[in-house]
């Protein structure tokens, strides 16, 4: 058997995807039959979006691609022109008096490129600058007109297109994937009565209770204003000199400093509408509502030290992941769910189901499985889809309605406002990502960039001359706001159960594993180690003494600081509390399907490792839907012991360990001498190692083990499940390695400081 490169998704070169194929359907050209179809339509089907694109854009069920096909844009076989449509015959050379003399100011070709090219900016978001988006659908379950009216929740099988943004929050445009930070998760659901925006994040609660305080938050976590320091990061006096001071915040930092926040990938974390919500059903009857999304591959993280050394190594990765699965047919999916609650419950809870900053436990009120969402095609132009997209929270559809929440409220405001500025007018709503697939009709006209072309002389309502349309519809399809009652003096102020800070940030702690307590331990640690001035650290961990005692003597250690008093309650009795322990909050609640699809695995190779094994373990996780590559000193040709030549995919250097899942080392004694001339061998080895990854050692290679003295028993004497030693490779050894690689990581490794 020869070892061969594989069928790893993110080497599928782009002709295979179309690309350079210029498949032209006018022509009766079509594409590739082993398309990716979701809905076993064939490809004979003209889809005009075949021609452009990324990808293999599946048929039938992704319905903006249609409306979007009216802008797709396709050069293939086309002459450059001006934007005017002129054809240009030189693009090389400004227009000059004589070829040594002065550039004329008539070359409008060349004035017009560089204009076009000194704008081509825009504002980047104030937060969640940095993002990666996808196209796909969702598919609902079973009809809930008891609940709602909302469209996508008629009929069971109801498919609805969403595009889905997920980004960091504190970084700029340019920055990296993996900094510690919340995720946001915003769907756009096209519905067929108008646009839903559910801008949520991957952390159910957030850092305040009040729109009032969001600029505040956001000043205090950006780079600091004198020195622009630091990029994509918490880590600094501004951010913990206001967590220190705004209690409020104690919940939400539980989770920001747990493994939540360095995700291991966009298609492995959950997502939450964070406030509560409201269905309503045909007949004005109301229920509230959490919203929830779990991956179907399972709630999964990355620890600290990879993090901060896959920003080097890739800064892109959550970007390049989501792109790659897709590219690959591998299409994330999440299963939305309700919780949902009457107004009597909701009055009976400990908490405020208003306030942000707090949970409904799992265990108090159950998630109810609703629909999925699968993301099946990669946007064709980053900035005319991922960059332009405008979520709001303002855009909801009849049958959902807000709750009281006041920063639910802000939001409603902030998101149409921010547009206006960032998307250059009030028209945003025309630019192609944003346009419903219900019609708009409305006498709103004109504007900065607007592209309709109203016809006729009517923009008012109510009107004669236009035949009095358009025409409000009443309840029966319009948007009609839950009839809430009201009646209180105007305030500013908060209700008592909002200064509860603490119950539920110790109900996040004490349901985590000691592994996951530990990093949380560790991530205070990390982020109040870089604060310059001591008494914001002391402020913060007398904050910490009232959620947890343990915790707080922890950070303390960490720091090497006494324990100081606690700080003063603002509730000194808080409600007692639904659950003393909740196991939905640990990371562990959600291990996923199983299994090892999409996991890339290094097998390192040099000249003289034994070749079959690795070929007959490529074959096999090729075939679980994993991703092996062969991992070299160099690029190039490797002469295997048996002579034959394989080709290296990537080297230890431009795609260092912690890209990778899981390391297999070979066979062969001279194979594993040239891996230990080299330095990036054992580094690579401790890496995977101290990131409590699978490797598996056959043969020759046990002796790498040795040399940076690690082994199969653990000091506490447990055996490491995470480490494999196989003489030779048989089935047992397969089944052994990919059952390892699937538990993600081995706690039992994990050890702070590091073993190694
Ligand atoms: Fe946002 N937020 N936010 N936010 N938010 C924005 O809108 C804001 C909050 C969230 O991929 C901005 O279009 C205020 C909570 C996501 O394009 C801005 C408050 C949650 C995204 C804004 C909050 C979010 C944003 C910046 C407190 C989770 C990215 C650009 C009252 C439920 C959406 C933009 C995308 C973006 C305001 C708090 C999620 C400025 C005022 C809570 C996922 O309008």
Redesign the pocket.
Known sequence: QSLSAGRPYNALSLKDHGHDSAVNPEAGETVSPDSPDVTGSTLSEHNPSEKTGAGQPPLGRNATIGPLDRVRADASGQPLTTNQGVHIADNQNTLKAGLRGPALLEDFILREKITHFDHERIPE?????R?S?AHGYFENYAPLTELTRAAPFQEAGKITPVFV???T?AGERGSIDTARD?????VKFYTDEGNWDL???N?PV???Q??M???D??HAVKPEPHHGMPQAASAHDTFWDFASLSPEITHMLMWVMSDRAIPRSYRMMQG????TFRLVNAEGVSHFVKFHWKPRLGTHSLVWDEAVKIAGADPDFHRRDLWEAIEAGEYPEWELGFQIFTEEQADQFSFDILD?TKIIPEEVVPVTPIGRMVLNRNPDNFFAETEQ?????AHIVPGLDFSHD??????I???????IS?LGGPNFHELPINSPIAPVNNNQRDGMHRQAIHRGRVAYEPNSLGGGCPFQTGKMTGFVSFPAPVQEDKVRGKPEKFADHYTQAALFYNSQTENEKAHIVGGFRFELSRVTVPAIRQRMVAGLRNASEELAQRVAEGLGMELPEPLPRALPNPAAPEVEQSPALSLTALPGEGGIRTRKIALLVANGVAGAPLATLQTALVGQGAVPRLVGVRLGTVKTADGDAVEADASMENTPAVLFDALVLPDGQAGVHALLADGHTLEFLKDQYRHCKTILALGASSQLFDKLGISQTLPDGQNDPGLLVADSLDDDVVAAFVAAVAQHRHAVRDSDPPLI
Do not use: E, M, W
């Open positions: 978001r104030i937060v969640h600058a993002g988006g943004r997920f980004s929050v919340v995720r946001g998760f915003a801008v949520g994040n952390i957030f850092f305040i009040d729109a305080k969001f600029p938050l956001v939450f509408g964070v406030h942000a997209v405008a979520f709001c929270t006041p920063l639910l409220a802000g939001r405001h902030s998101y149409v406002d921010t547009q960032r």
